[in-house]
């Protein structure tokens, strides 16, 4: 079997990357870290659109008034009923399992999940080995004092660490997330998709250190903002066709095949996703319980998705001053605020889009999109422990604490679950040009990375450190499509991704 590093520097491989360097010049980022990704971190206010949008949203909406109209109503009916629910369980609202009970999950949490679009899976590796990789992860950042990050820092720009590779190839891991990503389905079961070979994604980690509150990252949702109105985003994949149409409840986050088309990244963001994530996740590295820095999401999913989508089509007919967007925080709260009576869809759609600015992520607040009521029903993730892996849906609302208020540190490994398709196999080949050159990865803030870190793990070690699944799923090495028991839609894209890779000719 051929090295690595040979497998790299093949012929297959240089011609690739000869015909992608031009795109991927043209398409890399600037540098920045976290705080560029989301316009409430950068300073920046929001604040109307482009006229364009104004336009777009007309499009999106027109001859289906009144069933949007209709279909409004009874969302916010719907959210009347379940946020008492949601506030209710609190923690208790999010399914959790063993790693070890995964091949026989429950149905209790099989509906919670699909219903929730969040999950804790406990023990995907041991407390001592999670423990070892944060340990190892500070010497690492000790010996390159250079190294880049935000607020003190605490989100660092790290990538190609040595406990970052470990932990994406680790057999568990990519176990797990083939577990989470088989709750998607293709209505076409010729789909170029496969869940059950997972790809690896760098993103950056986290060490939230004890009464930060400066890390207070909002309400908000990855994979792009504009981009879900935009018919040259989401629109491209039809996804939420059901809700411009005006039947919200027949909307599907789960089937994938609409997703394959979409364009997250139309702007080019720092840290904007454009590889399809079926779920954004990290790895705990600490013990850390609500209120110590950790996560808080909303457990809507498919009804929350279709507000914040539906939001910037009524404004309220009282409780603000004249062509304002919000109202105060004790008028929001009001019941008469939120009566579905005091909330119109406007005659001429404007060019407003509540929490969306090209370029960045999708931000909510409970003064823009008030029947969420986010101060109530944004709920903590349970107590997680080292080895424990916390994993959403992409379209699910999740924040920050605003303050940790533990003793110790809040410490994750960001790894989504992300499924083979071309896409994102042409994701891989710029990710590995990124890998190999020590630079920062694709989706996220340009610059010289890691290139010149002491300690950082080369081409040649890749193969010695990571199983061979694990290597394949960094785009090293050819994926089998021969073997026995694959689906007509995963042959092919198999195949797709040796091509993509440059591993056929």
Same mark, same amino acid.
């Given at each position: 079997? #051929? ?5 790299? @520097? /093949?012929?297959?491989?240089?011609? #690739? ?10 398409? /890399?980022?600037?540098?920045? %870290? ?21 336009? #777009?949203?007309?499009?999106?909406? @027109?001859?289906? *008034?009144?069933?949007?109209?209709? /279909? &409004? ?14 506030? *209710? ?8 399992? %063993? ?33 070892? &990789? ?45 577990? #989470? ?203 997680? @422990? ?5 994993? &959403? ?38 990710? @590995? ?47 089998? /499509? ?24």
């Amino acid at each position: 079997m #051929l090295s690595i590093a040979r497998t790299i @520097r /093949s012929p297959a491989i240089r011609r #690739l990357h000869h015909t992608r360097t031009a795109a991927t010049q043209a398409t /890399s980022k600037r540098a920045g %870290d976290i705080s560029d990704a989301f316009t409430s971190l950068s300073g920046q206010r929001f604040s109307p659109l482009a006229a364009e949008y104004a336009d #777009l949203k007309t499009r999106l909406i @027109r001859g289906n *008034e009144d069933a949007i109209r209709l /279909s &409004w109503e009874r969302l916010l009916q719907d959210l009347r009923e379940e946020i008492p629910l949601i506030v *209710e369980k609190g923690s208790k609202v999010i399914p959790e399992i %063993d790693f070890k009970d995964i091949d026989n999950a429950p149905e209790e949490f099989n509906e919670a999940l699909r219903k929730r679009g969040v999950a804790v899976v406990r023990g995907v590796v041991s407390e001592e080995e999670a423990l070892g &990789w944060k340990e190892s992860l500070r010497e690492y950042i000790k010996a390159n004092p250079q190294t880049k990050g935000m607020q003190n820092p605490q989100v660092f720009e790290l990538y190609w660490s040595r406990a970052q590779l470990l932990a994406r190839g680790h057999p568990n891991m990519l176990r797990v997330q083939r577990f #989470l990503m088989s709750y998607w389905h293709a209505t076409n079961p010729h789909t170029p998709i496969s869940t059950r070979h997972p790809i690896s994604y760098a993103d950056r980690l986290r060490m939230r250190l004890p009464g930060d509150s400066r890390f207070a990252l909002g309400p908000h949702v990855d994979g792009g903002s504009v981009e879900r109105w935009d018919e040259n985003g989401y629109g491209l994949g039809r996804i939420y066709d059901s809700v411009w149409k005006g039947c919200w409840e027949a909307f599907d986050p789960w089937e994938s095949s609409c997703r394959l088309p979409v364009v997250s990244d139309l702007h080019n963001g720092v840290g904007a996703c454009s590889a399809f994530r079926m779920f954004q996740g990290w790895l705990s590295l600490s013990t850390t319980g609500p209120g110590e820095g950790t996560l808080l999401v909303n457990p809507l999913l498919a009804k929350a998705t279709a507000y914040y989508l539906l939001r910037p089509f009524f404004s309220p007919v009282s409780g603000v001053a004249p062509g304002a967007q919000t109202a105060s925080e004790a008028v929001t709260n009001t019941q008469a605020f939120l009566n579905v009576e005091n909330w119109k869809m406007d005659e001429q759609p404007s060019s407003w889009i509540q929490g969306a600015t090209p370029g960045h992520g999708q931000e909510l607040s409970h003064l823009l999109h008030p029947h969420l009521q986010l101060q109530k029903c944004m709920i903590h993730i349970p107590t997680v @422990r080292p080895g424990d892996y916390v994993a &959403w849906h992409c379209d699910t609302i999740h924040a920050v604490d605003k303050t940790h208020a533990g003793t110790a540190d809040s410490s994750v490994l960001y790894i989504p679950a992300c499924p083979l398709t071309e896409d994102n196999a042409r994701y891989l080949v710029r990710q @590995r040009e990124k890998f190999v050159r020590g630079e920062p990865s694709p989706d996220f803030g340009g610059g010289v990375g890691e290139s010149g870190h002491v300690g950082r793990v080369g081409v040649e070690e890749v193969e010695g450190l990571l199983g061979e699944e694990g290597v394949r799923a960094m785009g090293l090495r050819e994926w089998d /499509s021969g073997v026995e028991g694959l689906g007509t839609g995963e042959r092919v894209v198999l195949d797709l991704g040796n091509k993509v890779e440059g591993f056929y000719g």
